[in-house]
């Protein structure tokens, strides 16, 4: 068999070419939106939206002017009760208290020129004002404060009445001491309670402040 043919078919047959790939790269379209510089828009729903802080409000809440009157008048009870304790101070300084007390000396006149008056102020601000539901409770905390204050400051007296001190001696010196360092808290205790109530802020004494919260 002659071997011709063959080679004269394969000496015509071209040779295979290779086919070369394309090596153009293509983005992919969604991709390209990612790179948009656009800040995204914010919805109300969105994360964004919902992470911005709210807005701050310029409201200011004021203490009506009735509680402030209210609360002002409740702390002249102990005040008007605790006068008894500056008598040996009114002795040595009379000139110097009596300034202070000059404005007062109306209110005070009129205050002991009614029968009882100590409980009636008593009842008048504890049934009337610190159980009185009506009452807010900016004005019940101050009227129950100066209830708690004028109670505490029956004790001392007490005290004097059952050891008995002389009016000579060392117990008549403690009890001088003692009674002009009352007084002198009872007075600063005024100043301070009377004037925040009068501005309508919160006066809260040490002790009695935490005693007169207990009752709400």
Known sequence: MSTTPLLLRLSLTPPPQKTLRSTTLFTHPLKLNTLSTSPPSLHPNSVQSRRLPPPISASYNTTPVPDRLISAAAYFFPFFNGLQYGRFLF??????????????????????????????????LYIGVVRNSNVSRYARFNAMQAVVLDVLLVLPMLVQRIFNPGPHGIGGKIVMWSHS??????????VYTFGYAVM??????????????RQF
Do not use: E, H, M
Not at 181 to 190: D, N, Q, T
Not at 202 to 213: E, M, R
């Open 181 to 190: 360092v009352i007084f002198v808290a009872v007075l600063a205790c005024f």
């Open 91 to 124: 002795a040595q300084y009379p000139n110097t208290l009596g300034l202070i007390l000059n404005p007062f000396l109306p209110l005070l006149s009129f205050y002991r020129s009614v029968p009882y008056s100590s409980y009636l102020a008593f009842l008048i």
């Open 200 to 213: 309508g802020r919160t006066p809260k004494l040490p002790f009695v402040g935490d005693a007169a919260d």
